[in-house]
């Protein structure tokens, strides 16, 4: 769990985009593995620390996005980092069910680039119907 740090101070240290959004790389604790990309806005930063589960901004639905919300598969804050510029978050998590892509899969990084092509070299580990109810 992280120490919850003390008031704004912290916040004003991150280098916002003029949308006050700041880009976010998610890591599986254990293994080190990329989970995903996603945007924060200062509430939901705020909102991941305070209750040590991960809150996005969603770009697409323009509202905060608590990851989990519809699946069941929760980020529990392990660490969270701040890069050399100020301007990327590094969360370090334990990722519920071990699904972080809406795909089904441990992580939203499943294509690599083969001969000139993507090829998916992930499983689906859990139909997405079944984890989504729509």
Not at 15 to 30: K, N, R, S, Y
Request: glycine share 10%.
């Amino acid at each position: 769990m992280i120490a919850a740090p003390s008031e704004g101070a912290w916040l004003e240290q991150i280098l916002w985009t003029d949308e006050g959004l700041v880009p976010v790389i998610t890591q599986e604790a254990g293994s080190g593995r990329t989970l995903m990309f996603a945007w924060m806005n200062r509430e939901s930063l705020r909102m991941t620390v305070e209750t040590g589960e991960v809150v996005y901004w969603s770009r697409s639905r323009k509202r905060l996005w608590r990851k989990g919300e519809s699946s069941g598969n929760v980020q529990k804050v392990r660490e969270v980092r701040l890069d050399c510029d100020g301007d990327v978050l590094l969360l370090r998590v334990e990722q519920a069910g071990g699904i972080a892509c809406h795909t089904g899969r441990e992580s939203c990084f499943y294509r690599r680039l083969d001969g000139g092509g993507w090829s998916e070299v992930d499983p689906v580990l859990r139909d997405p119907k079944e984890i989504y109810r729509v």
